[in-house]
């Protein structure tokens, strides 16, 4: 919901002008690959008690998940593999900032963790499901369906869980009720999708037929 929102003007204040400097000197592969590292770099930050420096490494690691695709289309080197490679990245992040939130509490985060880390399966199994069977009119590799949470939404309530440690309850909670509607509410319209096509598929096969019925 926010990205739909905001990432139009995030995008040309923040990333089109840095990409376009950096079209000869690195890879878009190369930055997905940065942005997973950010991302790992959590755990030990959380470990260290340095919330300030987890919040600036992933930050910076979603930073640079949006400049590796914006890097790729300027340079026309959009690939099957940059796509894989950048789905993959975000999913270590994701795993990574949650493992780094049960360290801090080993004890008292375990389920909390657990069903976050749930309903982020079945989140993205559905996201990636949709995107496979649907048509792609984006500028992405795939079909985009966006939903009540996405990675900007994530990622605001990874910060808040690292800086509100004493309503991290309560922010998985939320936050994996959050998750999981995302995932039912997109595969309820894409199987409405489905339904309306056949239903026109069906009308178009009728009028197919009474029109060879009259000639």
């Known amino acids: 919901m926010i990205e739909q929102r905001v990432r139009r003007y995030y995008q040309i204040m923040f990333v089109d002008a840095v990409a376009v400097g950096l079209k000869k000197r690195i890879k878009p592969n190369t930055i997905t690959l940065m942005s997973g590292l950010f991302g ?60 780094a939130l049960w360290l801090v509490d080993p004890t008292h985060r375990a389920l909390w963790c ?36 996405e990675r900007s939404e994530a990622f605001f309530f990874f910060i808040l869980m690292m800086l509100w440690p004493q309503a991290f309850s309560f922010l998985a909670l939320l936050f994996t009720i959050l998750v999981t509607l995302t995932a039912v509410i997109r595969l309820m319209q894409f199987r409405t999708q489905q339904m309306i096509a056949v239903a026109n598929n069906h009308d178009l096969e009728v009028t197919r037929l009474e029109q060879d019925g009259q000639s």
């Open 40 to 99: 790992v770099l959590v755990i030990p930050a959380m470990l260290f008690n340095q919330v300030m420096l987890a919040i600036g490494l992933l930050l910076t690691s979603g930073y640079c998940d949006t400049l590796d695709g914006t890097l790729a289309r300027f340079t026309n080197n959009t690939t099957k593999w940059g796509s894989l490679l950048d789905i993959t990245t975000d999913r270590l992040v994701e795993f990574s900032v949650v493992m």
């Open 114 to 149: 657990f069903f976050m880390l749930g309903s982020m399966l079945m989140c993205i199994t559905s996201f990636l499901v949709v995107g496979i069977f649907s048509e792609n009119f984006s500028q992405k590799s795939f079909h985009y369906s966006p939903g009540i949470m």
